[in-house]
């Protein structure tokens, strides 16, 4: 069983994610800290706490960063709706109420008492990871690995720039560089991990409270991406981070060197993936670039049921 902090901004994948590890038997969730991403904190945290609501998931909830290091915060509403989670019906005010410690000194604070057994999933902006970090560095000793969403060899926000990593570079940069095994969940897989009407209609068939709040989020996610990229179908990025703890065999991997870049005028926060291996650095990043689609799905719908 992995000991995991989510950290994340749901956001509709990063419920998804939360659902997907609320019901594996190999995952124990010790807490869910948010940050500003998708929509402002403040949003990010109130989803939180209703999707836990909806799942009866009794944990710790922490709210995190309301802004990145360096830059001006950016949201993405188009996508994700001016709730962030726009679609489904959910509880205004949930009865479920965050806990009052800051989510940098809440991922501190259950790192350090851990034996090395709490791996970190980031499914948002690096901030809170990153602040971590940098008020307690002891902790990159005890952190099992950082599994995490973002980046890729392509972008999604910038011609070059994935939206979590763009959202605060400067934190990517600390975090890919901080020593502690770091998993990435790109683009180039994420965008394979996509919703198909069949698979629609696989989840409409289940017919139980969170299967249709996952219909509602995917109907509603797969219009966005429809009107905002073009897409036929949502990819549900943030999932395959827990996917991959519960199943690594979903996925194949290639070790590389993963650069941020964060002074580019064009290219800020882009992920410089060195596949070819042309750098001659040493890998720091452990790279997913393929996921096996059905397998995957099964594992998602499985949960649902």
Known sequence: MRRVIIDCDPGHD?????????????????????????????????????VCELLGLDVPVARGAEQPLVKTREFAPDIHGDSGLDGPQLPEVPKKT??????????IEKVLESD???????????????????????????????VL???????????????????????AEIVFNCGVPV????LDVTHQAITTPAI??????????????????????????????????APIHDACTIAYLIDESIFEFEKVRVDIETKGEYTYGTTCV?????????????????LD???????????LK
């Open 200 to 233: 629609l209609d696989r989840i409409n068939s289940i017919e139980t409270g969170v299967s249709e709040f996952v219909r509602d989020l995917l109907v509603y996610f797969t219009k966005t991406y429809k009107e905002v990229f073009g897409f036929e179908g």
């Open 14 to 50: 990063d419920a998804i994610s939360i659902i997907l590890a609320a019901y594996s038997d190999r995952i124990h969730i010790e807490g869910i800290t948010t940050v500003a991403g998708n929509v402002e904190v403040e949003k990010t945290t109130l989803n939180a706490l209703r």
């Open 116 to 146: 090395g057994e709490i791996t970190l999933v980031p499914t948002g902006p690096l901030t809170n990871i990153a602040l971590a970090i940098q008020k307690e560095p002891t902790i990159v000793e005890k952190i099992k690995e950082i």
């Open 274 to 290: 060195d596949r070819l291996h042309v750098t001659g650095r040493e890998p720091n990043v452990k790279f997913a670039h393929s």
């Open 293 to 303: 689609f059905e397998k995957f799905w099964v594992l998602l719908l499985s949960a």
């Open 183 to 186: 998993t990435m969940f790109g």
């Open 98 to 107: 965050a806990i009052e410690q800051h989510a940098v000194d809440f991922i």
């Open 149 to 171: 969403m973002g980046g890729g060899t392509f972008g999604n926000w910038t011609p070059t720039a994935e939206f979590n990593i763009y959202v605060d570079a400067e934190a």
